[in-house]
């Protein structure tokens, strides 16, 4: 019984695969956007992304007002042709102030997100890959932090860093690292098995080579995904601990800082809390989509 | 085979998937008969149509993507196309039942077995509880499946490879269908799990008098198990033909390689044949015959135009010019 | 399955005494003196001494640490600073607050999320899939402290339907726990669709179709409990992010929770309220992990008890 038999003719030649490699890296980022440019949310997001980072780099050009500016006969303007959307209790401009207020959001949305991405990449690689203690130790140490409610967390690294816009990335930094390293690990795991790295080990390639050019590579989708959907969520983080008074400090035109010194006023002069708050929403979305559309672009990719 | 003895035919079935690449033919064109109490044996390589061929009987083609865009599927009098879908219902499992290549992941892991055997006859036969359990029990007998009234009360991870597929059997033939389609049933198990599922269909079918359509892409399971043969490539039909003439008269150049890539024992070959190349993408086929890129006996007309199924000897067909006329 | 259990909790352990540790020593390398924040002004500096003595503020930082854990394991969490009251029975007072609000605001996400979940698979790439997934992005999106204010100027305000503050009465629950809710709907209708799709693509639901069971029968039969097991791993995430969420709400609705103290220890700088708080927090995510866990041993029959 169990005849089998296997139709297949073995490619012999390096340049023939070398060829084929290349086609398939090329019919890959096709595939890729493909299936993003069909996700017309993502598109979306897309482009507001990138509006939002023009307007983030030439703030300085297109504000109306200087956002600093303080003019107490200028108080609680509502919204009109000079002051789009009115001015707040200080009588700054707060279309400017959300202009200059998204400089800090993308700052705040890619440093820490990128500190912390490397830190959980390099962890993650190491406790996968070495394995024993040292992935008994980082994963532990990543459990602990995830055990945290992540705001809470931040907030304590805010107490004992004091509050300030540079300590929001360290705190950011030290929350978000543990859930990359769980994610590379679980790869490197996976990829440490695979033919290519078997045979790479068994030449006598080193450790350091392997997991650079070999496994790294290979947990970029995943890291690409986990980027996108990291900053709108460390943008968030930013906002919430600016709310609570823990954050960016006045006169900082942070948009979390803004909807908190604008909630005392939230009966008599609305605009002032609520369109900071409108801002945060849309990039937040934006980057939600744009991570979305990729990683369901991906998935196939990242399931192999 | 006159009409009465047809249980199933198929005429012109075609089944595409509307893909963003494209439109792929997974079923292009196919027509066959089931004649009652027999084994209809369709073989090809993977991605042949086989498997759809099988889903689109029982209207389980996932949707969308893809869609039966023509043709007629007469069982028992009925076209199962024309069938509204509560009818549908009625005949899955109960008719028509099917098992599955992978009895690993084709049965429920949060559900004892004896529960996902007893769904169908509380469905179809409207037995209850204690009656179902009573019938699963006897099934699981039936199937040699040991120490049955434990069993019945276990996870399918509890269970061998070859126990979960007895355990689809179980399942599939609850009801006495009158047809069963079972895709590749042996594929995943052990060689000699293989050879006793094997004996134990054949032995069923001759207690249940079913029809059996036996998908597989090894020949030797066609040898002991089938009446009657498909050769399918591309979605197409190759060859077509009873058993007997097809193994000892085999036509197209497809079914020659087939055959010649059986390992024999009684000879000692050094190296197996190979049919050279692989399965063509069929998002883009060739022109003319979808297999002359691997065919040794090529000629222009190959090339240029598809051949139609050509009669040969009686009941015999191939799609191959070099018996046309 | 006992042994299970047994087993997880003492695995929830090192966790337990790593997050202490952890805490620990962020909050006790914080400078400045503490006792001389309580005191305030015209304090001659050795009665700062001798408090400092007192509250062994003087002794090496191990012995603090293990002082601190093993007061903590008999339930002592040290005075609050501020209001000189035990840490431990201020938090006590105010966990059912907490409770409250994140079970009420917990049963509104799952109200809201799993049959919107379910539906958008019933009627997937229909457009109320689309309207559902874009309306669950939106509630992910949307700042908790932004839509707390949106509501209540809406329902206080200009409709005058619920109080805009307070904890006086069951009808001031209700805002607060929409609002803390309302991103947890979104995440867990999201996680029921994509966990219900790739249900949907297993072989046993091919099966179940070929037995001729309905539509409705895979899905609710075959499907459903199946995909569960993630929307189970997720309520015990959400345990942290209904936390992290209070804290927010709590201060904008003034409901007084553990959010709230939390909030106003770091206002205070009042470090053991801080302290007791934040840990107080992190033991409820653990207990809802470890929840978890045990729930999906008793889902899933594969999950092996030993």
Redesign the interface.
Known sequence: ?????????KDSGMKKKKQALKKAQESFLQDLF??FR?NKLAVLGGVIVILFLIMAIFAPFIVPHDPYAVEIDLQFYEPSSKYLIGTDMFGRDILSRIIYGSRISLIIGLIPTLISMIVGTVLGMIAGYYGGKIDYFIMRLADIVLAFPSLLLSMVVMYTLGASLLNIFIALSVVGWARTARVVRSQTLSLKEKEFVEGARAIGVSKQVILLRHIFPNCVPSLLVLFTLGIPEAIMSEASLSFLGVGAQPPTPSWGLMVYRGKEFIFSAPWVAITPGIAILIIVLAFNFLGDGLRDAMDPYMKQ | MSDNDVMLSVEGLKTYFFT?KGIVPAVDDISFAVGAGKVLGIVG?SGCGKSMTALSI?R?IPT?PGRIVAGNILFAGKNLLDLSVKQM??????EI??I?Q?PM??????YTVGKQVM??LR??QNLHKEAARAKAIEMFNLVGIPEAEKRIDT?P?QLSGGLRQRV?IA?ALSCRPKLLIADEPTTALD?TV??QI?RLMKNLQDEIDSSIILIT?????IA?MCDDVLVMYTGRIMEQADVYSLFENPLHPYTK??LQ???NLHKDNES?Y??????PNLLNLADGCKFHPRCEFVQDICIEKEPELFEVTKGHFVRCWKYMG | MGRYIVKRILGAIPILIGVSLILFILLNIVPGDPVALMMKEHISSDVVARVRAQMHLDDPGYVRYFRFLWNALHGDFGMSYKLNRPVASLLLNAFPNTLMLALAAAIFSWIVGIPAGIISVVKK?SFIDYFFMGFALFGVSMPVFWSGLIMQYIFSLKLGWLPAAGFYSPICIIMPAIVLGWSSAGVIARLTRSSLLEVMG???I?????????EAAVLV??AL??SFLPVVTIMAIQVASLLSGAVITESIFGVPGIGRIAVNAIQDRDMPLLQGAVLFATFLVIIGNLAADILYSY????IKYD
């Open positions: 019984m169990a005849l089998k038999f296997k139709l297949q003719k493909r299936a069909k | 963003d390589e029982l389980l969308p219902h009625s005949i899955r499992g109960n039942s099917m599955f992978e992941t084709s049965l429920n892991p949060v769904e169908v469905l179809h996870y991870h689809m399942m060689v293989q050879a094997l892409h090894d020949l030797g399971v002991e390689g087939l890539s059986i390992p197996l190979n049919i050279k190349g692989l399965v | 790439y297993n072989d046993y091919r099966t179940a179709r070929a037995k001729g069971l309905t039969h075959h409990k199946n889902i899933d029959p594969r």
